[in-house]
């Protein structure tokens, strides 16, 4: 294995097949995973993997090749993923909520070569959507997971069954090659720009900083962790099940939230460990025989990707009897983490703020020429260090605009800093809102809209709502002699994009407001939709 990344802190595994070997040579038969009546330990999480590096090394995927998962949180998710980063491949999870023609983009433009997709899930034949014209010209293979395959593609069994055909040296040889900043997935990320962008993240940058992660929210060995977090989602993956196998506890898949049976599953397994956003932990706060499930195994958990309101901390501690409750900030382009609450933390802190630096991460606030803004002070939040992205896949432009030539990443996001390097969050420079821990970015929803034959323009903002915290509202004007009414769009946009992305209001006006550049003033048209909605 070379050596390219000479400061690369001693004693930490280097890539994440190597965190994979070290944990089943440390813990070999502790469960790993534990989906239903599959469990799985981390002696058996090791061989999985080499298997299925064996059977993608069969299916001809080379060392930085893209594979794709399109699947819910299932314990084939993790094993996929595993086996595609023991292959020397590049992961690249594919959101779930995804209508066909926004995932065959994203395969498309990362070159994906192989997708491993679920069957059918709440209704949809994930496969049928990549059929025919849709289906990329790159991608050659698709393995299908639960479920039977349709003509063209391969089963789950059929596919494992191909790495009897590569020789076991393959992977050992693909192993060797990997390095602390080898690429080991591609995340898309929306953007200003309303085309989601590929997040290139190394393995090293990954197993720094969610070591850190794990130890700040206390993160044990032998917990039993419960991620409902999507497994496309850095939330669920790497501060999820690679958090997890850091620090040797097991993991529980959770495909489809449904607050009875988490409460169930909590009782029956012992749960320890539980993050996710507010909404979350609000329906289990509100769920009326609460207290007849035994959730006293519960002792940390993390929230965040949403406005936390200092009660629901309390409640979480006091109502849900969680002692160790904490916060955290990240997006895709650092990996998922830069700045996280110590457990101590007082419920104003853990809830008005994001915590302060992980170690190796420098943030500051900053004004509009790139200047440091002094302590309390709202400026634009910046970040450098070692878990930075590489830089966005085949886009140097956007990656030039997003990091600086000193290396400081534009988060895009107005924050401050107090006198102890809390960060608190006041601010979303481009207009980005989040529906139930989804980030949503208007300009990428204006552009699915504005392809409805109806409308002739369309600003998106984003809204309160007191179940998900924001939802979108499309504010449109017709074009002449069109009609169109609320259902209608929406009925539309559920076709068309991902259901988080989905107005839940619209409002159609004879013109949206516009500034002095020409440009829509979407405060104006905020403060004018919110009159409406009481």
Request: glycine residues 10%.
């Amino acid at each position: 294995m070379s050596d390219r990344v000479p400061d690369y802190p001693a004693g930490l595994p280097r890539t994440l097949p190597e965190a994979i070997r070290r944990a089943a040579a440390q813990w070999p038969a502790r469960e790993a995973i534990v989906d239903s009546d599959t469990r799985i330990s981390y002696a058996d999480l090791a061989g999985h993997s080499v298997r299925i590096a064996r059977s993608l090394i069969a299916l001809g995927v080379g060392a930085g090749d893209r594979v794709a998962i399109w699947a819910p949180n299932i314990a084939e998710w993790i094993l996929a993923a595993c086996g595609i980063h023991a292959a020397g491949a590049i992961l690249v999870p594919v959101n779930t909520r995804m209508k066909g023609t926004e995932a065959a983009d994203m395969l498309a433009r990362s070159g994906t070569r192989v997708l491993v997709s679920i069957g059918k899930f709440l209704g949809h034949d994930y496969p049928a959507m990549l059929a025919g014209e849709m289906r990329p010209a790159c991608l050659e293979h698709i393995v299908v997971v639960r479920g039977a395959p349709t003509a063209g593609n391969l089963g789950w069994q059929d596919f494992l069954a191909l790495g009897d055909a590569a020789p076991a040296a393959s992977v050992a040889e693909r192993l060797a090659h990997l390095a602390p900043d080898s690429v080991a997935d591609l995340l898309f990320t929306s953007g200003t720009t309303g085309r989601p962008k590929g997040v290139m993240c190394t393995h090293g940058a990954t197993i720094r900083a969610f070591t850190a992660w794990s130890g700040a929210v206390e993160l044990r060995a032998g917990d039993r962790y419960l991620i409902i977090n999507p497994f496309f989602h850095s939330f669920g993956y790497k501060a999820g099940w690679v958090a997890a196998f850091l620090r040797g506890a097991t993991v529980y898949p959770y495909a489809v939230f449904d607050v009875d049976a988490v409460l169930a599953l909590i009782q029956r397994e012992h749960i320890n460990f539980l993050p996710g956003p507010p909404t979350l932990f609000l329906s289990m706060l509100a769920h009326p025989a609460l207290a007849s499930f035994d959730i006293s195994s519960l002792t940390g958990a993390v929230t965040g990707a949403s406005v936390v309101p200092p009660i629901l901390i309390r409640r979480m501690r006091e109502e849900l009897g969680i002692d160790h409750v904490t916060t955290a900030y990240g997006l895709t382009e650092c990996g998922g983490c830069a700045t996280v609450c110590d457990p101590g933390d007082d419920a104003e802190t853990v809830a008005n703020t994001c915590g302060h630096a992980l170690p190796g991460t420098e943030v500051r606030c900053v004004d509009a020429n790139n200047r440091p803004v002094p302590v309390g002070t709202a400026g634009e939040v910046v970040l450098r260090g070692y878990h930075v992205m590489r830089g966005y896949f085949q886009d140097d432009a956007a990656t030039r605009k997003a990091i600086d030539a000193d290396g400081w990443l534009h988060t895009g996001d107005v924050g401050v800093l107090d006198a102890r390097g809390y960060l608190r969050i006041t601010d979303r420079l481009k207009d980005m809102f989040i529906v139930g821990g989804f980030n949503c970015y208007p300009a990428e929803i204006e552009r699915m809209l504005s392809e409805h034959p109806a409308i002739a323009q369309v600003a998106v903002i984003g809204v309160p709502d007191v179940r998900m915290g924001e939802v979108g509202c499309a504010c449109v004007v017709l074009r002449p002699g069109a009609s169109l009414d609320e259902a209608g769009l929406i009925a539309w946009s559920r076709e068309h994009m991902a259901n988080y992305k989905v107005p839940r209001h619209v409002r159609v006006l004879p013109a949206l407001p516009m500034g002095a550049t020409a440009k829509v003033d979407k405060r104006a048209l905020a403060a004018q939709v919110r009159a409406t909605l009481g």
